[in-house]
């Protein structure tokens, strides 16, 4: 089992940065893949990027590609995702995600645990 906590969401304004944080506990993190999703109003959940178990692999969907930076600490048990140049077409809940594969999947169907999601707002 692993439960995860986001924290780090808010209301920016387009062109603005955010940090989201994603705290692990429970089964050892260096140990699993991980993955952050997100969610708008009347949409599916849609991959947004993820990183392998060892930290060396990276993915990113292309509308985030160049803006967003997704890392790993072991030490501390937790995962950021580094937001810049914000837009509003970002503006969703995130979720963060952990997956007993060890590759960077973008598939969330392959991603076992997940946290409860924290609200970014891009708006002036």
């Known amino acids: 089992q692993v439960q995860l906590v986001e924290f780090g969401g808010g209301l920016v304004q387009p062109g603005g940065s955010l940090r989201l944080s994603c705290a692990a506990s429970?089964?050892?993190?260096?140990?699993?893949?991980m993955g952050w999703f997100r969610q708008a109003p009347g949409k599916e959940r849609e991959f947004v990027a993820s990183?392998?178990?060892?930290?060396?692999?990276?993915n990113y969907a292309d509308s985030v590609k160049g803006r967003f930076t997704i890392s790993r600490d072991d030490l501390k048990n937790t995962m950021f995702l580094q937001m810049n140049s914000l837009k509003p077409e970002d503006t969703a809940v995130y979720f963060c995600?952990?997956?007993?594969?060890?590759?960077?999947?973008?598939?969330?169907?392959?991603?076992?645990?997940w946290g409860q999601g924290t609200q970014v707002t891009v708006s002036s």
């Open positions: 995600a952990a997956s007993s594969r060890t590759w960077a999947t973008r598939s969330l169907y392959e991603y076992n645990y």
């Open positions: 990183i392998s178990r060892s930290g060396v692999t990276t």
């Open positions: 429970g089964r050892t993190f260096s140990s699993v893949a």
